[in-house]
């Protein structure tokens, strides 16, 4: 099963330094291991971005790359089967493959 809750001690690390309890609006674990063995969340934040990070991500301040593209907050992200990640923008109706 993926991890699909903004809360536990599995994504703790996704919240930034600033971020309220409400700037990340979603998040999602890979559904299989990638290429190199290890599972990742993607999150999707009020500040246009999708984040990418190693999961478990239990420590504060975890590594993580930022890639945007929306321009309205990410309302939701989601990995299919195959692992490709889908983000999906609220004021801009977008749906993004990443």
Same mark, same amino acid.
């Given at each position: 099963?993926?991890?699909?809750?903004?809360?536990?001690?599995?994504?703790?690390?996704?919240?930034?330094?600033?971020?309220?309890?409400?700037?990340?609006?979603?998040?999602?674990?890979?559904?299989?291991?990638?290429?190199?063995?290890? =599972?990742?969340?993607? %999150?999707?934040?009020?500040?246009? $971005? @999708? #984040?990418?990070?190693?999961?478990? /991500?239990?420590?504060?301040?975890?590594?993580?790359?930022?890639?945007?593209?929306?321009?309205? =907050?990410?309302?939701? %992200?989601?990995?299919?089967?195959? $692992? @490709? #990640?889908?983000?999906?923008?609220? /004021?801009?109706?977008?749906?993004?493959?990443?």
């Amino acid at each position: 099963p993926q991890w699909t809750c903004i809360l536990g001690w599995h994504v703790a690390g996704i919240w930034k330094p600033g971020y309220d309890g409400t700037d990340i609006n979603a998040c999602c674990q890979t559904y299989v291991p990638a290429a190199d063995g290890a =599972h990742y969340v993607a %999150v999707g934040d009020d500040n246009q $971005n @999708v #984040l990418l990070l190693r999961f478990p /991500a239990p420590e504060a301040d975890a590594e993580f790359r930022s890639y945007g593209g929306h321009a309205s =907050h990410v309302t939701c %992200v989601r990995f299919s089967a195959a $692992n @490709v #990640l889908v983000s999906a923008g609220g /004021a801009d109706h977008t749906l993004q493959q990443c």
